[in-house]
């Protein structure tokens, strides 16, 4: 089985809860968790890649076939010839292991348990803390109690957060992320998450009907950032990515990727606010 970017297969190693893949953002091998296997998300992006979305949370998890299938795959990688076979020369790196699937992970009522688990495993593989954990989420249910439990745990792990924030007004975001989560409520979730863990931004940017996104959605995101700095919310920076890979919603024949040039522009918009950016056209 040899992995390509332009492939986040979730059945890739046939196992319920844990799959491989070749993370441009990451430039080596990610393990990732999903804990959504019912393809349920309280968002619904209009890039995402899940085929047959549906709105709901994350269902109860069998905590201890997560445990041996993490166990499993990372053994085969660490100490066994799984790098060799699911990567390519230069990419041939174990770079974390991500909570990031077919839902919004933190929706999991058992979260806090599986980070636990999670430490677990890499312990008793002598890479806990040699690796990150990530969390990648849509930041919407950061006030729950078990949520901030699970951050809390992660952040002593090498954890970070990246979280989504892909459009700077809750129209824009109700246009491509299908919420209502108003603009108050996001920066109060960003503010607790950055409190707990280590906290990175992560933005999706594409064209739609063969537009890039005007000027006024450009300055409206960049006018956040500075909000953002200005309240003293402990924000790392910023991770751009375009479109790698088909989106499986309706949306899907209107959205394309843009140039690499349109992406590095907007990126300088973004340094000017002081923030860092790592992007992946």
């Known amino acids: 089985m040899s992995l390509t970017t332009k492939n986040h297969d979730r059945d890739a190693a046939g196992l319920l809860y844990v799959y491989p893949v070749l993370s441009r953002r990451a430039r080596g091998v990610s393990v990732g968790i999903n804990l959504n296997p019912n393809r349920a998300c309280n968002f619904r992006c209009i890039y995402c890649q899940v085929p047959g979305l549906s709105r709901g949370s994350a269902p109860v998890i069998d905590l201890p076939r997560l445990e041996s299938e993490l166990y499993q795959l990372l053994e085969g990688i660490v100490h066994g010839t799984a790098l060799h076979e699911l990567a390519p020369q230069g990419l041939r790196r174990l770079n974390d292991v991500a909570f990031s699937g077919d839902g919004e992970p933190t929706s999991c009522s058992e979260f806090p348990e599986v980070v636990e688990r999670v430490q677990h495993v890499l312990a008793d593989l002598r890479i806990l803390k040699r690796i990150k954990i990530i969390l990648i989420t849509n930041g919407s249910l950061m006030h729950r109690s078990h949520v901030q439990e699970g951050l809390a745990a992660l952040a002593p792990l090498n954890g970070e957060v990246w979280f989504k924030i892909d459009r700077g007004t809750e129209l824009a975001r109700q246009a491509v992320n299908d919420t209502t989560l108003s603009q ?82 907007f990126a300088e918009r973004i340094r000017e606010t002081g923030f860092p950016v790592e992007v992946s056209p």
């Open 184 to 265: 108050s409520r996001l920066l109060k979730n960003l503010e607790t998450c950055a409190s707990l863990c280590k906290t990175r931004i992560q933005t999706c940017w594409f064209a739609i009907d063969g537009e890039a996104p005007p000027d006024s959605e450009i300055s409206a995101y960049v006018d956040l950032l500075h909000s953002i700095r200005a309240s003293g919310i402990a924000v790392q920076d910023v991770l751009l990515y375009g479109l790698a890979r088909p989106s499986h919603q309706p949306e899907a024949p209107r959205l394309s990727a843009l140039s690499a040039e349109a992406m590095e522009g």
